[in-house]
């Protein structure tokens, strides 16, 4: 096997240490272009695409929202809701399904754009045209906000 690129092996390490950083040291590495060489770009870009569609395959329903459309605005406010009615703390928000592991009726949902960077993986499983699978099969929110408003 071949030299592995240092996102690997920097993702690797860290697994081992905190498991369920994955996501987060990714997105990171992505966000502050830490990339030694373009073969560890492309592993940092296809690993966030498949934790991606991990996530909506998992999800009870899907959010699907134009950037600027309000998606953390409705985040927050379904966190909110299930904070209150479920008597979970304050300083949770519903980014993964750490309500729904608690709490069984709680659904897990999954926010993306569906379009961009990565995140685009889980809108070409819905296009039209794109072969069944069990994505298409899921409730889907729409959040889009009024051009004229931006």
């Known amino acids: ?9 920097m993702v690797e390490r860290r697994l081992k240490q905190r498991p369920g950083g994955e996501v987060g040291e990714l997105r990171a590495i992505r966000q502050f272009e830490l990339y030694r060489n ?5 592993y940092v870009e296809q690993r966030l695409a498949e934790l991606e569609l991990a996530k909506a395959h998992a999800a009870s329903f899907l959010i699907i929202g134009h950037p600027k459309s309000g998606n953390t605005w409705l985040k927050v406010m379904t966190s909110r809701l299930y904070q209150l009615r479920y008597n979970l703390p304050e300083s949770k928000l519903i980014n993964t399904d750490e309500f729904a592991r608690k709490i069984p ?4 949902l999954a926010a993306t754009n569906g379009y961009y960077s990565y995140e685009g993986e889980v809108g070409k499983l819905l296009a039209a045209g794109a072969p069944d699978n069990p994505l ?6 729409f959040l889009a906000r009024n051009p004229i408003d931006i």
């Open 1 to 9: 096997m071949g030299k592995r690129p240092y996102g690997y092996w």
């Open 38 to 42: 373009a073969e560890e770009k492309a």
């Open 105 to 108: 009726a709680i659904p897990r």
């Open 136 to 141: 298409r099969h899921k409730p889907v929110l």
